[in-house]
T-cell receptor, first 112, second 117 residues
Framework: DTGVSQDPRHKITKRGQNVTFRCDPISEHNRLYWYRQTLGQGPEFLTYFQNEAQLEKSRLLSDRFSAERPKGSFSTLEIQRTEQGDSAMYLC??????????FGPGTRLTVT | AQKITQTQPGMFVQEKEAVTLDCTYDTSDPSYGLFWYKQPSSGEMIFLIYQGSYDQQNATEGRYSLNFQKARKSANLVISASQLGDSAMYFCAMSDYSGAGSYQLTFGKGTKLSVIP
């Protein structure tokens, strides 16, 4: 399978715990995006990497959120001190030097 | 700021018939891209079709075509010969070039399409 992969697919955590998600983009894609999708809404942009550099961050990305892309390959998104409002689907997408983005299957986070 | 509006929360179509999903957009940028994605119940966003703002012809990809009317700021998706597997959420999106190399997408709220046998 050469598509975008995300791990885990589902995560249930208690409020206040930290969680980390991983995204593996399509191998030759240098651009990587994170989005968040809440129930009944379209995805919303969180952050963007070009190779290993994080070049864009949305206002949605509070101080409790941090993302990395070491060596310009896989990326991680960490949420510290989770809140119930963080419950959502977290989607990763990658692209080459073109506008089309290819999405992974997402990580569904439930904060109890 | 960019905005995407999808006014049809849900649509029904008979199998083998054609269906049009509406999308209007708002932007002050002269250069932009318009996309349609399909999201089945499994959750993955599947890229369907792309239209650049300077493209003269409407984009087509198999059974999907994008009816781009620039003056009306609309980018409707037409699915011909609907199949049961087309039942899903459909999202219209617009890319915004940030200047830092990002083509981040702004999505609408989606339209749920149900294909009836």
């Amino acid at each position: 399978d050469t598509g975008v992969s995300q791990d885990p697919r589902h995560k249930i955590t208690k409020r206040g715990q930290n969680v980390t998600f991983r995204c593996d983009p399509i191998s030759e894609h240098n651009r990587l995006y994170w989005y968040r999708q809440t129930l009944g809404q379209g995805p919303e942009f969180l952050t963007y990497f070009q190779n290993e550099a994080q070049l864009e961050k949305s206002r949605l990305l509070s101080d409790r959120f941090s993302a990395e892309r070491p060596k310009g390959s896989f990326s991680t998104l960490e949420i510290q001190r989770t809140e119930q409002g963080d419950s959502a689907m977290y989607l990763c997408a990658s692209s080459l030097a073109m506008p089309e983005q290819y999405f992974g299957p997402g990580t569904r986070l439930t904060v109890t | 700021a960019q905005k995407i509006t999808q006014t049809q929360p849900g649509m029904f179509v008979q199998e083998k018939e054609a269906v049009t999903l509406d999308c209007t957009y708002d932007t002050s940028d002269p250069s932009y891209g318009l996309f349609w994605y399909k999201q089945p119940s499994s959750g993955e966003m599947i890229f369907l079709i792309y239209q650049g703002s300077y493209d003269q012809q409407n984009a087509t990809e198999g059974r999907y075509s994008l009816n781009f009317q620039k003056a009306r700021k609309s980018a409707n998706l037409v699915i011909s010969a609907s199949q049961l597997g087309d039942s899903a959420m459909y999202f219209c999106a617009m890319s915004d070039y940030s200047g830092a190399g990002s083509y981040q997408l702004t999505f609408g709220k989606g339209t749920k399409l149900s294909v009836i046998p």
